[in-house]
């Protein structure tokens, strides 16, 4: 089966989150960082550079500014401070790499510049734009590029890092598993296992991109690819499996898999090869898809019994339920859950591995309430909502705060005469097997049972399918004054 044809179910349960609405297509705009002006156009390493434009990523390393000299390895630094209109960024210590020399003496060079907000900039500045750097003036803490010796004498200046890369090109300096060479030639940072400084190493960007495009050639341009030069590509999806490029680098470190990328590449969905998900094992209940084949995002990288996407895109996180197909139904708020970790077996210490955990508590386990879910067990679930799918359950709250909505049942979603558990669809059995009855209709039982005359409280809830809500004086007979 081809990875587009999947079942109907999970399509249009998973749209809900993944697809944007019409309306944010229409009014969703990429805009990428421009430079307007430098000043001052003449400065030295360990000064500050001012960069007036638009489109900077506010606050302090938000914003990322780019020096570029032809035939160097591009040199990423974090902006000092930054509006969406300016930033301030001091001319690291390592621009002393893109310098020229003369008689093995650094000198002034001019740098060509790109900001990296949301996105990186389309172009380099030009010639007219760009900063003209000089070595470190006396007093900055710069390695010194003529050291003296005895007596005064002048010294060979110990080569630099790069340069030394250079003379060992089957090396592999920084250990992100590309060699110096192949590194210099795509203007890599032989000497930085993360060159771009977005978390993911230069190594597996560039065999990812491998993966996905066959023939990649790292630079800082346009980015069709992982890029190793490119410190905003952390949020994309390259291979479309659901899982970002910065989760499958986290997936790739936590397997220890290393070279070649046999695990979490995102240039493949299938990293490695296929995954078959045979029916009546383990692995059938990972196949989101049922296509008998586990994707990247269908793994199960901790070993815990949830899919990698069920953990931090899909069903066990609360940004799924808030904000997926189910988002019309009122979140269950007088406690806090936490999210469930891809990389994390047992997520609250607690020696339960998560899928057979229970995150609310309410006697459903997470395999049950998170990986199969509703339509795949046949029951309302809700991993963060313990009222679901028993209201009877021992961590139900059967109390709404005052200002706040009831969650399910209780807005009145489920008819009285429901049947526990509730269905995966909001259907009412005819008759009942064994019915629901919402007490907190049922004031003798649940609210005035022993309480005398006068008593003061305050209830919520719905009557006679309404909502009601009552702070006041109980009358005694089962129902508030007035």
């Given at each position: 089966?081809?990875?587009?044809?999947?079942?109907?179910?999970?399509?249009?349960?998973?749209?809900?989150?993944?697809?944007?609405?019409?309306?944010?297509?229409?009014?969703?705009?990429?805009?990428?960082?421009?430079?307007?002006?430098?000043?001052?156009?003449?400065?030295?390493?360990?000064?500050?550079?001012?960069?007036?434009?638009?489109?900077?990523?506010?606050?302090?390393?938000?914003?990322?500014?780019?020096?570029?000299?032809?035939?160097?390895?591009?040199?990423?630094?974090?902006?000092?401070?930054?509006?969406?209109?300016?930033?301030?960024?001091?001319?690291?210590l390592?621009?002393?790499?893109?310098?020229?020399?003369?008689?093995?003496?650094?000198?002034?060079?001019?740098?060509?510049?790109?900001?990296?907000?949301?996105?990186?900039?389309?172009?380099?500045?030009?010639?007219?734009?760009?900063?003209?750097?000089?070595?470190?003036?006396?007093?900055?803490?710069?390695?010194?590029?003529?050291?003296t010796?005895?007596?005064?004498?002048?010294?060979?200046a110990?080569?630099?890092?790069?340069?030394?890369?250079?003379?060992?090109?089957?090396?592999?300096?920084?250990?992100?598993?590309?060699?110096?060479?192949?590194?210099?030639?795509?203007?890599?940072?032989?000497?930085?296992?993360?060159?771009?400084?977005?978390?993911?190493?230069?190594?597996?960007?560039y065999?990812?991109?491998?993966?996905?495009?066959?023939?990649?050639?790292?630079?800082?341009?346009?980015?069709?690819?992982?890029?190793?030069?490119?410190p905003?590509?952390?949020?994309?999806?390259?291979?479309?499996?659901?899982?970002?490029?910065?989760?499958?680098?986290?997936?790739?470190?936590?397997?220890?898999?290393?070279?070649?990328l046999l695990?979490?590449?995102?240039?493949?969905?299938?990293?490695?090869?296929?995954?078959?998900?045979?029916?009546?094992?383990?692995?059938?209940?990972?196949?989101?898809?049922?296509?008998?084949?586990?994707?990247?995002?269908?793994?199960?990288?901790?070993?815990?019994?949830?899919?990698?996407?069920?953990?931090?895109?899909?069903?066990?996180?609360?940004?799924?339920?808030?904000?997926?197909?189910?988002?019309?139904?009122?979140?269950?708020?007088?406690r806090?859950?936490?999210?469930?970790?891809?990389?994390?077996?047992?997520?609250?210490?607690?020696?339960?591995?998560?899928?057979?955990?229970?995150?609310?508590?309410?006697?459903?386990?997470?395999?049950?309430?998170?990986?199969?879910?509703?339509?795949?067990?046949?029951?309302?679930?809700?991993?963060?909502?313990?009222?679901?799918?028993?209201?009877?359950?021992?961590?139900?709250?059967?109390?709404?705060?005052?200002?706040?909505?009831?969650?399910?049942?209780?807005?009145g979603s489920?008819?009285?005469?429901?049947?526990?558990?509730?269905?995966?669809?909001?259907?009412?059995?005819?008759?009942?097997?064994?019915?629901?009855?919402?007490?907190?209709?049922?004031?003798?039982?649940?609210?005035?049972?022993?309480?005398?005359?006068?008593?003061?409280?305050?209830?919520?809830?719905?009557?006679?399918?309404?909502?009601?809500?009552?702070?006041?004086?109980?009358?005694?007979?089962?129902?508030?004054?007035?």
């Open positions: 089966m081809l990875r587009f044809l999947r079942s109907l179910s999970f399509i249009l349960v998973a749209a809900g989150v993944l697809a944007p609405t019409a309306a944010e297509a229409a009014t969703s705009k990429t805009v990428y960082p421009t430079v307007s002006s430098i000043s001052p156009r003449k400065v030295s390493i360990g000064q500050k550079l001012t960069v007036k434009g638009a489109h900077f990523r506010a606050g302090k390393g938000k914003s990322t500014v780019v020096f570029y000299r032809s035939g160097k390895p591009v040199l990423f630094a974090k902006a000092d401070s930054a509006t969406t209109t300016k930033l301030v960024v001091t001319v690291p390592k621009a002393a790499d893109l310098l020229a020399e003369r008689n093995e003496v650094k000198v002034a060079t001019q740098l060509r510049l790109r900001v990296v907000g949301a996105r990186m900039g389309k172009a380099w500045t030009k010639n007219s734009r760009s900063p003209i750097v000089s070595p470190a003036k006396s007093g900055t803490t710069a390695k010194p590029t003529t050291p010796g005895p007596a005064g004498a002048q010294v060979a110990e080569p630099t890092c790069q340069q030394k890369a250079a003379a060992a090109p089957t090396a592999d300096f920084d250990g992100d598993g590309l060699p110096n060479a192949l590194e210099l030639k795509y203007l890599v940072d032989p000497c930085n296992a993360d060159t771009d400084g977005d978390g993911m190493t230069d190594g597996w960007e065999n990812s991109a491998l993966q996905l495009n066959g023939a990649s050639i790292p630079y800082p341009g346009t980015k069709p690819w992982p890029n190793p030069l490119d905003s590509d952390l949020a994309d999806d390259f291979d479309g499996d659901g899982l970002t490029a910065g989760q499958e680098f986290a997936l790739w470190v936590y397997s220890k898999s290393g070279f070649p695990q979490y590449s995102d240039g493949t969905q299938n990293s490695g090869g296929k995954h078959p998900a045979p029916i009546g094992t383990a692995d059938e209940l990972l196949d989101l898809d049922g296509d008998h084949n586990l994707t990247d995002d269908e793994r199960d990288a901790d070993g815990d019994g949830l899919s990698n996407m069920v953990e931090w895109n899909y069903t066990g996180t609360q940004h799924w339920w808030k904000e997926g197909p189910y988002k019309d139904e009122k979140p269950y708020i007088v806090q859950f936490s999210d469930l970790d891809a990389t994390n077996p047992d997520i609250d210490g607690d020696g339960v591995l998560d899928g057979a955990d229970d995150q609310d508590n309410d006697g459903w386990s997470n395999t049950a309430e998170a990986q199969l879910s509703r339509l795949a067990v046949g029951y309302r679930v809700q991993p963060f909502n313990p009222c679901l799918p028993d209201p009877h359950s021992p961590t139900c709250s059967r109390w709404t705060r005052i200002g706040t909505d009831a969650w399910p049942p209780f807005d489920q008819n009285i005469n429901t049947a526990i558990p509730f269905g995966a669809e909001v259907a009412i059995p005819t008759p009942p097997a064994v019915p629901y009855v919402n007490y907190n209709i049922d004031y003798g039982a649940f609210v005035t049972a022993g309480k005398p005359d006068g008593y003061t409280g305050y209830f919520s809830g719905p009557w006679n399918t309404a909502p009601f809500w009552f702070t006041g004086q109980w009358d005694g007979d089962g129902g508030p004054q007035g």
